[in-house]
């Protein structure tokens, strides 16, 4: 089954504790990015890859870091999370650059 | 100017009606346009995906882009209580780079 998979589903941690959120596509994909979502801001992308070691910033990249060192996977780290960053967190891929698959999200909350 | 707008809704309508969701925006470099749909507590999913200006219609869903308005539509004809959702427009200078999204409008369909 085709499938973005994001890793984990719901996290909460404490401020400053680095973590990792992981992405997944069983699909070949060349394109993968990252979005958050918060009431009120709607979906924005942080960052976006196009293939593999090539990575680019979307619309609020600060405080955050990816890495394409496969074409499967495209883990989000945060390295010093903040309250400001608890939100919902979306990885997506498709051949195009037009998100075509999203994964279920990742709830995170900062405290 | 924010450089995509869409009007949050809610937009509520009988089951039957045909429904017209709208965006504009204002970079006229935009030239690939998505609309998503997004159930509650769900990842969004690609519903229809357009290069430059034109119609193009799959289903019940046509999407209509007009460039030198700054522009996009999506109506949903004979809509249906499956369709309640919050869509998302999306849009791009060139496939592959940064997503630009609309705060979604969220629609209720009733029978």
């Known amino acids: 089954e085709a499938q973005v998979t994001q890793n984990p589903r719901y996290l909460i941690t404490v401020t400053g504790k680095k973590l990792t959120v992981t992405c997944s596509q069983n699909?070949?994909?060349?394109?993968m990015s990252w979005y958050r979502q918060d009431p009120g801001l709607g979906l924005r992308q942080i960052y976006y890859?196009?293939?593999?070691?090539?990575?680019d910033k979307g619309d609020v990249p600060e405080g955050y870091k990816v890495s394409r060192k496969e074409k499967r996977n495209f883990p989000l780290i945060l390295e010093s999370p903040s309250p400001n960053q608890t939100s919902l967190y979306f990885c997506?891929?498709?051949?195009?650059?037009?998100?075509?698959?999203f994964g279920q999200g990742t709830r995170l909350t900062v405290v | 100017q924010k450089e995509v707008e869409q009007d949050p809704g809610p937009l509520s309508v009988p089951e039957g009606a045909i429904v017209s969701l709208n965006c504009t925006y204002s970079?006229?470099?935009?030239?690939?346009f998505m609309w998503y749909r997004q159930y509650s507590r769900k990842g969004p999913e690609l519903l229809m995906y357009?290069?430059?200006?034109g119609n193009k219609e799959d289903g019940r869903f046509t999407a209509q882009v007009d460039k030198s308005s700054k522009y996009i539509s999506l109506f949903i004809r004979d809509s249906q209580p499956s369709d309640s959702a919050t869509y998302l427009c999306?849009?791009?200078?060139?496939?592959?780079?940064?997503?630009?999204f609309g705060k979604g409008t969220t629609l209720s369909v009733s029978s």
């Open positions: 997506a891929s498709s051949e195009r650059g037009t998100a075509a698959f």
């Open positions: 699909m070949n994909h060349e394109y």
């Open positions: 890859s196009m293939n593999v070691e090539v990575t």
């Open positions: 970079n006229s470099a935009f030239q690939y």
């Open positions: 357009t290069y430059s200006s």
């Open positions: 999306a849009m791009t200078r060139q496939a592959g780079t940064a997503l630009i």
